[in-house]
């Protein structure tokens, strides 16, 4: 049996199934990548953060921890949303995408979290389709899953 203020490490599903926030059966201490100090490196400079070795799940894991009552909720929140952060780095990785072409990328691919590294493979298959169409190998240029997606909602909305 576990002594009230034991502490151990538990998967994220099970850590959300025990947590009630009125019987305050578990808290959860915060993974040390969301904590103040890391936070803080983080917002500084965030192209050259390794992210995938902080958690190569960082955005998904960290908007998860939200379920949890913890004060820094909202500091986190900034951090892992954070339009400025996201954003630079976003454009950082579809400029590597798109001209880094044939190129190793790897240093830069090993640096971004799952999220990320599905962008930049999205970006790179998007100019390899593009250049196969140009050079004629390839008929057509088809519309990403993405896109065909969000034209059949947007179709299902106007027929409701």
């Excluded at 590597?96 to 090993?110: I, K």
Aim: hydrophobic residues 35%.
């Amino acid at each position: 049996s576990f002594m009230q203020g034991s502490k151990l490490e538990v998967p994220l599903w099970l850590a959300k199934g025990l947590h009630d926030s009125k019987r305050r059966i578990i808290s959860v201490e915060l993974p040390k990548m969301y904590k103040e100090a890391w936070r803080t490196v983080f917002s500084a400079d965030a192209n050259v953060v390794d992210l995938h070795k902080m958690g190569p799940y960082y955005y998904g894991f960290g908007s998860q921890l939200l379920n949890f009552d913890n004060p820094e909720n909202p500091e986190i929140a900034r951090t892992i949303l954070q339009a400025s952060t996201f954003i630079s780095r976003f454009r950082r990785i579809m400029d590597s995408s798109q001209n880094a072409y044939n190129e190793d990328t790897s240093a830069l691919v090993a640096r971004l979290d799952e999220l990320e590294r599905a962008l930049f493979r999205a970006g790179q298959k998007g100019l390899n389709d593009f250049q196969c169409w140009e050079k004629g190998q390839a008929s057509q240029i088809t519309a990403s899953s993405l896109v065909q997606n969000y034209g059949k909602r947007k179709f299902t909305d106007m027929d409701g």
